[in-house]
């Protein structure tokens, strides 16, 4: 299980991101270009302490992302996906994506994905915070595939 960012917008939430990936041990791919500058000091200061915990891939683009990713369903996060989270079946070697917190992902990006996953809000709101999500979906992924069993 992987969790992969695409081109985040808040810094914030990459350090959301990168902690999340440390506390449950699930490898984050960062994929640039971010919509603020990126640096090893700016993500080292919004991970604080979690950053070295944290199996972190930085890649250049969505292209070099594609070429360089493990293997596993690319299974993205998306007020479109046609698939209610409850209903989900998640795999161990799922790469769980998600947008831009301004505009989601692009229409490849969106085509490439083997499985568009959203998570059911009442009438009126939009979506939820791309990290309160990622956690969201991240929890039911590895309950469904024993991924909590590794940890203490």
């Not at 914030?12 to 991101?17: K, L, R, Y």
């Not at 490439?112 to 959203?118: C, F, I, N, Q």
Request: aromatic share 6%.
């Amino acid at each position: 299980m992987r969790l992969a960012l695409f081109q985040p917008d808040i810094p914030q939430n990459v350090g959301a991101f990168i902690r999340l990936s440390a506390g449950l041990g699930v490898p984050l791919d960062l994929i640039e270009p971010c919509g603020f500058p990126v640096d090893d000091k700016r993500i080292r200061r919004a991970a604080m302490d979690y950053y070295d915990l944290a199996t972190l891939v930085r890649h250049a683009s969505w292209a070099a992302f594609c070429r360089d990713r493990p293997p596993g369903r690319l299974v993205l996060l998306t007020t479109a996906g046609a698939e209610r989270l409850p209903g989900a079946s998640f795999r161990a070697d799922d790469i769980l994506l998600m947008g831009r917190e301004s505009a989601g992902v692009p229409a490849d990006v969106h085509d490439a994905a083997d499985l568009r996953v959203r998570i059911p809000l009442q009438p009126g709101a939009r979506s939820l915070n791309v990290a309160l999500a990622a956690a969201m979906v991240l929890s039911e992924a590895l309950r469904q595939t024993s991924g909590f069993e590794k940890l203490a």
